[in-house]
């Protein structure tokens, strides 16, 4: 007797038809995660955003799900990194293209894994995977778009104090899982109660549908207990001692990629409203700082073999009279590099102490394969000289208070900061140009990037912005004052000097790591059971995820 054949499989026009749905949907859900972020702050998006991505690849094949990764990435990284656009839509979109292949790879890991038990556990481990390899690959890394980064005011926002980023991405993440796991449960038994409203005896499927509905309810009561756990984390914001800064927003005449204007301008701006400030205090009118500080690149010229350049930095810090960090681009080893320093400048001695930025932006400050990609991409000639990376991290004696310096990008990476603390920073300077996307959005986001690293880290970070945004923001997250864009200003406060350490200090990346294995062990195993079943009767079922179809 024959065996009877196989059904024929659909078309492949047929199947892309199929999922299009899906695909609109996941461009949709990655468009309203963008909105989490600053400039919109819809934090609670961060949570619809996963549990849409997790119910979208619930079920899927390896293949289905990272098409519905990619369609949900792509769309995300576009509308969060529209401010590159100054720079050209190009890099806007083949940055995005990256970093969407990175959501791909998520996509995937969350259809294999939602077949294994407690598979929303699996799914927030993956996220913090994801983030994992973004932060270090490729080039070093590009952390922008971490849950724990539209969560920055949230209520989620003091369990960094314990496990830093990660453990805020994974608690925003296993919210959304719970969540799409909650529906998974409800709406099958929400569909049975209406098909039965005719026939009000039918005592099992009641019985049913009540059995469904509990394990759907625990599932969200979890979810609410997640979002509520923030509040039973201590922040810790008491001090020793304080320390009485200003913080010098020079701005630039012309903000775009030609922000510098002609040599000399933005030092002139910085020195300028240094100097009306001395002027303002030796009137009585401001308080006397203890330290004062300027944004990176607030000198164009390296003052160490410009003359003009230290002779005009000498002028305003002895007129202000007090220990100043100044920002200044300065000749590396050889001709084809240039160093971005934060320099300490004594108002008797002149400049001590400096920290060379260590993880320089690649297309920004650096262009990778060099000699090949400008043949091909000519704007990259603009990039004249490659920026050396500095060896050290930013821990300096500034007056009287042990500063830890970071600048710019560099807060979107958790070691360096967590560095900077746990090697006796007592109060964290994020010195910052954002001039070439002034009021793009950009500055917003690194704003809220700040907010977390000072919960984190129990630290008051002092944000230096040539034209803004500059911000005090306290140990609890809280800014105190902040600047408005393309505005020369000056903010004055006195903040706390801490020596304690927080929780996450101390256990530094394990947190990150334990919780990316977990994933990736869970994507292994549900791999490894779909092979097994694949052995066992040489045939394939319709839940089995290895298979790579077309979306």
Known sequence: MALPADPPKPGRLARIRAGLPRTGLAVLAGLLLAAAFPPYDLWPLSIV?????????????????????????????????????????DAT?????????????????????????????????????????????????????????ANTASPYTPLAALGGAPLVTFAVALTGTLLAWSAVRLLPALRRDSTDTENTGNTASTASSARSARPAA???????????VGYAVPV???????????????????????FLGRPMMVLNNHA????????????????????VIWPENSSDLDPFTDPAARARIDEAVRAVGVPTLVGALVDGPDAQHVQN?????????????????????????????????????????????????????????????????VICFEVAYDEIIRDTVNDGGRVLVVQTNNATYARSGQPEQQLAMSRLRAVEHGRSVLIAATSGISAVIAPDGSVVSRTEELTPDVLT????????????????????????LA???ACGVAVAGGLRRRRSDGTRDASDPLPMMVP
């Open 493 to 516: 406060a006195t903040v706390p000097l801490r020596d304690a350490r927080t929780v996450a200090d101390r256990v530094g990346a394990v947190p990150e790591w334990v919780l990316a």
């Open 49 to 89: 955003g996963v549990a849409a991505l997790s119910l979208l690849t619930r079920g899927r094949t390896a293949r289905q799900g990272a098409w519905t990764g990619f369609a949900f990435g792509f769309p995300f990284f576009l509308g969060l990194l529209s401010w590159l656009s100054v720079i050209g839509w």
């Open 236 to 258: 810790p914001t008491d001090a020793a001692d304080t320390v009485k800064v200003a913080i010098v927003q020079g701005n630039v005449e012309k903000p775009g990629m030609d």
């Open 519 to 521: 994933g990736l062990a």
């Open 218 to 228: 625990l599932a969200g009561l979890g979810a609410v207990g997640l979002l509520l």
């Open 341 to 405: 320093e934060g320099i300490v400048w004594d108002p008797m001695t002149g400049p001590g102490a400096s920290y060379t930025k260590q993880h320089p932006v690649p297309f920004g400050e650096y262009v990778p394969f060099r000699s090949e990609l400008s043949k091909v991409i000519t704007r990259l000639q603009r990039v004249a000289r490659d920026f050396y990376p500095g060896q050290g991290n930013g821990v300096m004696q500034l007056g009287p208070a042990r500063i830890g310096d």
């Open 93 to 149: 979109i083949g940055l995005s293209v990256v970093e969407a292949l990175f959501v791909a790879a998520l996509g995937a890991g969350l259809a294999v894994t939602s077949r294994l038990p407690v598979w929303p556990l699996w799914g927030a481990c993956l996220w913090v995977a994801q983030e994992w390899a973004r932060d270090r690959l490729p080039l070093g890394g590009f952390p922008w778009g971490r849950l724990a980064f």
């Open 272 to 291: 300028g409203v240094t100097e009306r400030f001395a002027e303002d205090v030796a009137a009585g009118r401001a308080e006397r700082p203890d330290v």
